[in-house]
């Protein structure tokens, strides 16, 4: 791989600990440099700090409106009427 190799960062949203977890051991071994989220605001803490170039995002997350999904691929949070 070289001293050029740069790992890729994943972030990882789901609700689920289990599901975060497995998705986090088998990226990591695969040499991917991973950031979890539970919920939407905490993703979108992760996006405004970091340069996250994949996102593994549950499209069911307990309790999120259906706008939260695309806000989070854009890293772009909707505004609340």
Do not use: C, H
Not at 13 to 31: H, M, N, S
Not at 32 to 51: C, M, P, Q, S, W
């Amino acid at each position: 791989m070289g001293s050029a190799f740069r790992a890729k960062k994943i972030l990882v949203v789901d609700d689920e600990v289990t599901v975060r977890d497995l998705l986090k051991d088998t990226f990591v071994i695969e040499g991917y440099d991973v950031r979890l989220a539970e919920g939407a605001e905490t993703a979108f803490e992760i996006l405004k700090e970091e340069n996250i170039e994949v996102i593994f995002l549950d499209l069911k997350l307990f309790g999120q409106e259906k706008p939260w999904p695309a806000a989070i691929a854009t890293g772009e949070k909707p505004s609340r009427p």
